[in-house]
């Protein structure tokens, strides 16, 4: 289970499925978004038969909850304050997030998705706890 609110407004509500966290960066395009969330759709993390990762978010039917956060692109290697000079730009940033959440939408029956630019809580029930990192090839 997973849901996103601003402002004690819910947005957005899954139960089995997946939260994905999108960083955008600079060089990201609407093609690294494409296979990413091929990826998402179709990456075998949810337990088969024999509670082996083995069945995709399409396979169970769940649910996609899509959050915007831009400070997973932060570079944390110096200092003690993070940089966010990876970060695309809030007009790129807003433009591929928006495109992705489209694509999702016509690829998968419920997606569900937080606000770009806004204070966001989120709120998560990690069954495992399983959590993945999924990066474009850029890095």
Do not use: W
Request: with cysteine.
């Amino acid at each position: 289970m997973a849901k996103v609110s601003v402002e004690n407004k819910e947005l957005g509500r899954i139960d089995r499925g997946i939260l994905a966290l999108l960083a955008i960066q600079h060089q990201d395009t609407e093609k690294d978004a494409d296979r990413l969330l091929q990826r998402l759709l179709n990456y075998r993390i949810f337990p088969d038969a024999e509670e082996r990762m083995n069945l995709s978010l399409q396979d169970i039917g769940g649910g996609l909850l899509l959050v915007p956060q831009f400070t997973l692109a932060a570079d944390t290697r110096k200092g003690k304050r993070p940089s966010f000079t990876r970060a695309a730009p809030p007009e790129q940033g807003r433009a591929l997030f928006d495109y992705f959440v489209g694509q999702a939408q016509a690829s998968h029956h419920h997606v569900a998705c937080g606000q770009f630019a806004a204070d966001m809580q989120v709120s998560l029930v990690n069954d495992g706890p399983v959590t993945f990192i999924l990066e474009t090839l850029h890095q």
